[in-house]
C-alpha cells in the first residue's frame, strides 16, 4: 500500500467505488464521499481524475508485483518461479483488483498514454518468462494465456465455471514447470 495513509484510504475508496458501482461512476466527487474527505482533500492529493487513475495504476501495478516477489523470495528454487508467480498471482486476484483494472483500462481507452507506465512491467514479464522457459517462446505463450485470462476475466467474459478455471490454472502451472530452464 502506499505510503502515504490518507493517499492509501482515497485509493482504497477509489477501488470500492468502481467495485460496487463501476468505472463509469468513479467521480473525484463519489470517491471523496466513499473516502470520507471533502474534494478539496481529495484533490489535495490527486488534483485531477487523471492524477486518480493515475495512482490507481501505481497502486494496481504496485500490489501486483509485492504479490509476484513475495511468491518468488517464498520459492527461490521453483523451477521457471517468475512465469510461475505471474500465473498465480493472476489467477488469485480479488475482485476489487479486477475492478481497479476496468476502471483502468476503461480510461486508457480514453487515453493510451495512462498505461505507458505499464511498458516496463510488461517487457519485464516478457523477458523473464522467456529466460525462465525453453523453448523461450513457449515462456511468450504461457504469459500471453495468462494475460489473456486476466483480460477476459477484467471484462467480465470468461465462459469457464470455476472448475474449469481451477483446471485450466493448474494446466497452466504445469506447462511453465515443464518448460523451465
Known amino acids: 500500500m502506499p505510503g502515504n ?9 477509489a477501488v470500492h ?12 466527487d463519489a470517491v471523496a464521499v466513499a ?3 471533502s474534494k478539496g482533500g481529495l484533490l489535495y492529493h490527486f488534483p485531477s481524475k487523471q492524477a486518480l487513475l493515475e495512482g490507481m495504476l501505481e497502486y494496481f501495478l504496485e500490489q501486483m508485483n509485492s504479490r509476484t516477489a513475495a511468491y518468488q523470495a517464498s520459492h527461490p528454487d521453483d523451477a521457471n518461479v517468475a512465469l510461475v508467480a505471474r500465473i498465480i498471482e493472476e ?12 476502471a483502468i483500462l476503461a480510461a486508457a481507452a480514453e487515453d493510451p498514454d495512462l498505461l505507458a507506465p505499464t511498458r516496463q512491467v510488461v517487457k519485464l514479464a516478457f523477458d523473464e518468462a522467456a529466460q525462465g522457459s ?3 517462446d513457449m515462456g511468450w505463450v504461457l504469459l500471453l494465456a495468462v494475460e489473456g ?3 477476459l476475466e477484467v471484462l ?4 469457464l465455471s470455476r472448475a474449469e478455471r481451477k483446471h485450466l490454472h493448474t ?11
Do not use: W, Y
Open 5 to 13: 495513509n490518507k493517499r492509501a484510504m482515497i485509493l482504497e475508496a
Open 17 to 28: 467505488t468502481v467495485e460496487v458501482s463501476g468505472a463509469a461512476h468513479l467521480t473525484i
Open 35 to 37: 473516502a470520507g474527505v
Open 91 to 102: 489467477h488469485d486476484q480479488k475482485p476489487a483488483q479486477r475492478a481497479m483494472a476496468r
Open 134 to 136: 525453453t523453448p523461450p
Open 149 to 151: 485470462l486476466r483480460f
Open 156 to 159: 467480465k467474459m470468461l465462459p
Open 171 to 181: 494446466t497452466l502451472l504445469d506447462l511453465a514447470r515443464s518448460h523451465a530452464t
